[in-house]
């Protein structure tokens, strides 16, 4: 699927930098949005800035990505099946607690895959029924290569990039289009105080236009900052007997 986005824009975990990025990207594309979310009444302010800004229709509905067995029923009760949906459920966590306790590794893994996989799975089965539609997963460069600085949630990111891959495969030719971001660095509640190389750091807005972009033109998979694809080479590109003595 590529051109102008028609129809309506899914936004999960709305309360996000990112998620409000994007719906101010497709809003201004005249799309009507919808925002879910845990809490969705923390969403109202956005809701209200949405439609007196662009115009367009928001709608507010609740989901928890970890309550798998009512994804179903979330999707079934969305006033329409959107033409687009975006992913950008996560949980990053800090690596020392994620490695130290397994309860919160699995909430990690489970908020970063398992989750996502999930609510995109249902609505990949609905859109592909139909014959149309776009899904935009937001994964993350850490799934390339796992690190010991942030395995757990790396780990994770790649599962999800493997899922999105093979949803892709699985659907071309279907009408249903996958998307695969990988941001890098963005400047939001999760990274702020760390100190970050600038030419690796977007904006929240640069992503929200950059999947608007993918979601236009067909891409597959997009770095928003295109310097990550050599950043993410070179680290691939290190043998296995000398990375593990690193600590990137």
């Known amino acids: 699927m590529s051109g102008a986005v028609k129809g309506p824009v899914l936004i999960l975990g709305a309360g996000s930098d990112i998620a409000r990025a994007c719906a101010r990207a497709f809003a201004a594309r005249g799309c009507a949005i ?7 009444g923390r969403l109202e302010a956005d809701r209200a800035d949405l439609e007196t800004r662009y115009g367009v229709t928001v709608s507010l509905h609740e989901v928890d990505a970890l309550e798998v067995e009512a994804h179903e029923s979330f ?3 969305l006033p329409e099946l959107p033409m687009v949906a975006i992913c950008a459920v996560g949980l990053m966590g800090e690596q020392d607690e994620n490695a130290a306790d397994m309860t919160r590794a699995a909430l990690v893994m489970r908020s970063n895959f398992e989750g996502p996989a999930s609510l995109l799975g249902v609505l990949a089965n ?3 029924a ?7 997963g937001i994964s993350s460069v850490a799934g390339e290569r796992g690190r010991a600085s942030n395995y757990i949630y790396g780990s994770a990111k790649a599962g999800f990039t493997a899922y999105l891959s093979g949803l892709r495969n699985r659907l071309a030719g279907r009408g249903v289009h996958v998307v695969t971001v990988l941001p890098g660095f963005v400047a939001t509640k999760m990274t702020e ?7 690796l750091l977007a904006q929240p807005d640069e992503v929200g236009r950059a999947i608007l972009g993918a979601v236009e033109k067909g891409r597959d998979v997009i770095h928003v900052r295109r310097i990550w694809r050599l950043v993410m080479a070179v680290i691939k590109a290190i043998p296995e007997a000398i990375f593990k003595k690193t600590s990137i």
């Open 34 to 40: 919808q925002l879910a979310a845990r809490d969705p």
């Open 75 to 77: 999707v079934a009760g």
């Open 126 to 128: 609905r859109m592909e």
């Open 130 to 136: 139909r014959g149309a539609g776009t899904l935009v």
């Open 193 to 199: 105080g760390m100190d970050l190389p600038k030419p």
